[in-house]
């Protein structure tokens, strides 16, 4: 059982930057893959971003160019860089590993881009 703990979410203003970290109980990380995803109300959950074990990386065509994915295996810690913030950027926003078909969820946190 691998436990993922969210963080970094608020409130900002459309242009803002917001840093998300996702901190895992496990020691190895670098062998899961990856993601983050974000459940806007009223909508289904969509890939935000996701990484291989092997670093690959893979982004939603809404956000290319503005967020980044990254990982810090030794602080067993996944991070996801937000610039350039919209206002359809609004959403909870949950970290994902996954490792032989087996998938886990964080808890989620709430982005909010608004004037």
């Known amino acids: 059982q691998v436990q993922l703990v969210e963080s970094g979410g608020g409130l900002v203003q459309p242009g803002g930057s917001l840093r998300l970290s996702c901190v895992a109980s496990?020691?190895?990380?670098?062998?899961?893959?990856l993601g983050w995803y974000r459940q806007a109300p009223g909508k289904q959950r969509e890939l935000v971003a996701g990484m291989t074990s092997g670093g690959s990386t893979n982004y939603a065509g809404s956000v290319k160019g503005r967020f980044t994915i990254s990982r810090d295996n030794a602080k067993n810690t996944v991070y996801l860089q937000m610039n350039s913030l919209k206002p359809e950027d609004t959403a909870v926003y949950y970290c994902y590993a996954e490792f032989v078909s087996r998938g886990y969820w964080g808890q989620g946190t709430q982005v909010t881009v608004s004037s």
């Open positions: 496990t020691s190895s990380l670098s062998i899961y893959r």
